[in-house]
């Protein structure tokens, strides 16, 4: 399985402000998607990174508020824009290689105040 | 993704005896299948999967067992050990590299 860290581990934020986290995979994947899990809770998709073009939104999530970028295919990013407590989360990145399973980085803690 | 706020159902079992977690799932075009287990402060980690036009899968030490009449998915761990007490979630997947739609979870201890 591909391995995948992400950066930063985990930050606290001011609201208002904007946190990019970083997702790289050791190798070339055809699939990257973006997961929030809320405390406690179960993991919900934001969005499927898409290489070369736009990320495609779940319902509920929108550009404005959490920007993706993919230059390559073993890259990508996941902003928080104008962060507010309710941000609080852990947001993980997932693959998809040769296979149809998906393989998921630590994660990153962010709690906002 | 389905979502039953902080208090997850737990399953508490004696290490040693073996460990059945269930899942409902909801989509009955949902052709793919996978448990993950996650400890904490970590992601989700695969375990096994399972394909609909199968009805058991094995893996080392885990049973994946596929009901799709009752759309029902359980992971069944022989001699349950204290390395795995975690959270452990089903989710399916209706095609190929489409999204995953995780189930609540439910948190397994395993008593010493």
């Known amino acids: 399985s591909a391995v995948i860290s992400q950066k930063p581990s985990r930050d606290i934020c001011q609201r208002g402000t904007s946190l990019t986290i970083q997702c790289q995979v050791d190798?070339?994947?055809?699939?990257m998607f973006w997961y929030r899990q809320q405390p406690g809770q179960s993991l919900t998709l934001i969005a499927t990174?898409?290489?070369?073009?736009?990320?495609?939104?779940e319902s509920g999530f929108v550009i404005d508020k959490f920007p993706i970028s993919r230059p390559n295919l073993t890259f990508s990013t996941l902003t928080v824009s104008n962060m507010s407590p309710e941000d609080s989360s852990i947001y993980l990145c997932?693959?998809?290689?040769?296979?149809?399973?998906?393989?998921f980085g630590p994660g990153t803690r962010l709690l906002v105040l | 993704g389905e979502s039953v706020g902080l208090h997850l159902p737990t399953l508490s079992v004696q290490e040693g005896d073996n460990s059945i977690i269930n899942c409902a799932y909801s989509?009955?075009?949902?052709?793919?299948f996978i448990w993950y287990k996650q400890e904490s402060g970590k992601g989700p980690q695969f375990i096994i999967d399972?394909?609909?036009?199968?009805d058991k899968r094995q893996g080392q030490r885990v049973t994946v067992l596929l009901n799709k009449t009752v759309k029902h998915l359980s992971l069944q761990i022989a001699a349950t050990q204290p390395g795995d007490s975690a959270v452990y979630f089903c989710?399916?997947?209706?095609?190929?590299?489409?999204?995953?739609?995780f189930g609540a979870g439910t948190i397994l201890r395993v008593k010493s």
């Open positions: 997932s693959v998809v290689g040769g296979a149809e399973t998906q393989y």
């Open positions: 190798s070339q994947v055809t699939m």
């Open positions: 990174a898409n290489q070369g073009s736009e990320a495609t939104y």
């Open positions: 989509n009955s075009a949902s052709d793919y």
């Open positions: 399972i394909r609909s036009n199968m």
């Open positions: 989710a399916e997947m209706e095609e190929y590299g489409n999204k995953l739609v």
